[in-house]
């Protein structure tokens, strides 16, 4: 699910205190790719973004705060989802915006880091349920819609098939190491696509 972690100053109108954020959030992504969140601190974080420790203490408290913050802010750029007119080709172009965020030079490590700290940390872990809540539920349509073309049954649970779609691409980031082909994505859509049509995911 694709995000793009703008320029300090450009995420949304707000003077200093949004420049600020973008800045901090920013500095936080560069340092958790860097470093890990195990070695990471919020003085750190203060440095890189040009703006004082206080004011980074007062506002996110603890590195947990800053990861929550940068998830927020990757949930709500995230691109929307598509709407081709047939299931197998919203999914397909789920996958490959997947694959897309999953293999970029930024995004790709930043994931992977912050899925890290969510192993280790309840905060981080929470915000990255949200995160993840946010972008099915973006998704979901997809299938609803599906359904009331009737190209898969009335009951089908949308959020797993997205889930579907998703999964063998995180899989091979995470597990496997295998590498994460445009023909991956394909098979991810395409088995959802499937499953879904044969009412694999229909009570």
Known sequence: MSVDLPEPGTVRPGGRTARVRSAVLRAAADALIEHGFGHIDLADIARRAGVGKTTVYRRWGTVPGVVADLLAQMAETSQPRSDTGTLRGDLLA?????????????????????????????????????FYAIRIAEWAPCVERAAERGEVPAATDAAEVVRAVSAPLY????????????????????????????????P
Request: some cysteine; glycine content about 4%.
């Open 94 to 130: 789920l996958a490959h915006l997947i694959r897309r965020t999953l293999t970029d030079p930024l995004q790709g490590p930043l994931f992977k880091a912050v899925i890290a700290a969510a192993t280790c940390d309840e905060q981080a872990a929470e915000a990255l349920h949200r």
């Open 171 to 202: 899989y091979r980031l995470l597990a496997s190491g295998e590498p994460l082909e445009p023909a991956a994505a394909d098979r991810a859509a395409e088995a959802a696509a499937v499953a879904a049509e044969a009412g694999a995911f229909a």
